[in-house]
């Protein structure tokens, strides 16, 4: 029988070197984590991690946990598609948790209501100036704002300063704290109105993820924005040498990241019912490491949201996970710091195993 052959020369094609999806490797460790979970569920606790034991046949899932793991996932999820999309340009993006803290802040400031409980708001900011029972699309817009500015600045610094993208986005991390702690003296900002508290109410958190998700995926994988994010991260100079306004698309990149963060922060304080000057602290980190573990690339080019997703999960599984067997909350971060080095360690082996090839 002949063998089969392809391209240029006869060449042979190889099947023992044909690579599975990065999302399948992700996805299947996303199982085997579960697996190991519920292993340790039934010989420590006697009960399953994400299985229905009780006697009810309505279900065979723990809907509550399958609940409480999307939903520890959801907001720091929608600034990890930010910074998934800052990754694949070859950047880093160190700001989105302050941006959180600050755009909660303001956001929130507008949301107040004017009376509580018959008297006037304790709380209100704007009360003087009658900036009170606003409707709802004020503050939403008053927040994405925020992360249109301190994006624009973060990607106008990388893309025409040459500044590293570490540095820059560092400092608009410490620059939007500052904001955040500034804008009401470090004094939180409650009582909003009955149409933004509903925005984090529930189950939206998630669906406001997993539609963020699914439309960043189409644009990321269909649209020329797509591939000039894939391309920049590739190879900037070719990119550049084939056309592509490079400055404009990592300003556009970065802004897209600024307004996520955002978005999140809005989800966030509606959630919460209030906005402190201290939220967001470390989600940054939390979002680069989902990105990392769903296989994004740190030198970029490489990866997408389908995998960020998987990643997010795999941070609720192991967060719920510890929480079940009842282990400490110090644990989490000592796993967690284990896991973004393995990631990263992971993704230099891919690295240098494809040059090798």
């Not at 994988?221 to 306004?245: C, D, F, L, P, Q």
Request: hydrophobic letters at 50%; glycine letters at 12%.
């Amino acid at each position: 029988m002949a063998e089969t052959t392809h391209g240029i020369g006869g060449l042979k094609y190889d099947h023992s070197k044909r690579e599975r999806p990065q999302e399948l490797n992700v996805f299947i460790a996303l199982i085997l984590i579960v697996a190991v979970f519920e292993g340790l569920g039934f010989w420590l606790m006697g009960q399953s991690f994400l299985f229905d034991s009780g006697d009810r046949f309505d279900s065979i899932f723990n809907e509550a946990r399958l609940q409480i793991i999307i939903l520890q996932v959801a907001i720091i999820g929608i600034i990890a598609i930010g910074v998934t999309q800052v990754i694949l340009t070859g950047g880093i993006d160190l700001s989105s948790g302050s941006i959180v803290g600050a755009a909660a802040m303001i956001a929130m400031s507008f949301a107040q209501v004017a009376e509580v409980n018959g008297f006037p708001n304790p709380k209100g900011i704007f009360i003087e100036q009658g900036w009170v029972d606003l409707p709802v699309i004020v503050p939403i817009a008053v927040g994405l704002a925020c992360g249109v500015v301190a994006g624009g600045i973060n990607g106008a610094l990388v893309a025409y300063t040459k500044i590293p993208p570490f540095i820059a986005t560092l400092g608009m991390m410490v620059t939007a704290r500052g904001v955040a702690k500034w804008w009401s003296k470090g004094q939180p900002i409650s009582f909003p109105t009955e149409s933004y508290s509903k925005l984090g109410a529930g189950m939206t958190p998630v669906v406001i993820f997993l539609a963020l998700a699914v439309l960043f995926h189409l644009i990321l994988r269909y649209t020329v924005y797509g591939k000039h994010t894939y391309a920049i991260g590739s190879n900037e100079a070719a990119a550049r040498m084939s056309g592509i306004n490079v400055a404009r698309h990592k300003v556009m990149v970065y802004t897209i990241a600024g307004v996520l963060a955002s978005v999140a922060a809005i989800v966030l304080s509606s959630k919460n019912l209030t906005a402190q000057s201290g939220m967001g602290v470390m989600y940054e980190l939390d979002a680069i490491a989902m990105a990392v573990i769903g296989g994004i690339s740190l030198q970029g080019g490489r990866g997408s949201v389908i995998g960020t997703v998987i990643g997010a999960l795999i941070f609720g599984v192991i967060i719920s996970g510890f929480t079940f067997l009842r282990l400490d909350a110090y644990y989490q971060e000592m796993v967690k710091g284990a896991i973004i080095v393995g990631a990263v360690v992971l993704d230099q082996w891919r690295q240098n195993k494809g040059g090798k090839t």
